[in-house]
């Protein structure tokens, strides 16, 4: 079940090596242009102000993922919502980082920019199932619906069917893994960010969950306190040391493994760092 780990530093994006040269040439216009008053590089944001355009913001983008880093996974449930995903996605463009979130399939249909853009900043969209009606329970007809309703919604907004799948309230049978094609995704940090509502304690939940490395948060980003608690959390768990990851990139990188379907991946795999697996 478990390969062996690959421990070595893997470039995300094959744009940086040419955004990287493009930068240095534009760096090197505009020292000349500045003269020798200021011979300080442009920061990124100058250059972008100035018209100095892509090459910069791709460099901004591309991320770097180092497998001997600690790493963490900041999951967010039920949306996209019109009024808060914006937000969060706002923060993580801010902070260079990436979640991922569980999208229900129904908000898809509505939203369907959001997770074209969630998308695009690298973030990584699972679903949630369409409805959010919990799986034990329903007829196999039932589910093939609702797998037939996310790939229409999911195919319009990201053009793709998502690779993973966290199940309404993380409940799931061995009989309903094994009629889906996607890899079962729970969470081993829970910040209860939707019964309480309340910033603060969300924040102190992950704040005081100790070694985060390899961990998965669970947040909702349908309410208003979810996203101004990432708006704490993201920069701090930077400050950290984290680096925050997709869960595809956390089974990859911080686990080295290839995630299998008709398995569960949740609290006892991540909490045991991956030895102990329920299926
Ligand atoms: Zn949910």
Redesign the pocket.
Known sequence: MHAVKTKKRINLSAVTTAALFVLLILAGLFSGRAGKENTDRPRQDELSADGGGEAAAEETKARVIDPDKPMVALTF??GPCGEYSPLILDCLEKNNAVATFFEIGCNVAKYPEIDKRAAELGCEIGS?SYY?NVLPGQSQEDIAEDQRLCKEVFENAIGTDPVLIRP??GSVVKSILNQYEQIFVGWSVDTEDWLYQNVDRTVNKVQQAGNLDGQVILMHSIYQESAQAAEILVPWLIEQGYQLVTVSELFYYHYGITPEKHYYYAYDYFISDGALMLS
């Open positions: 449930d039920d949630h959010h309404p309230q």
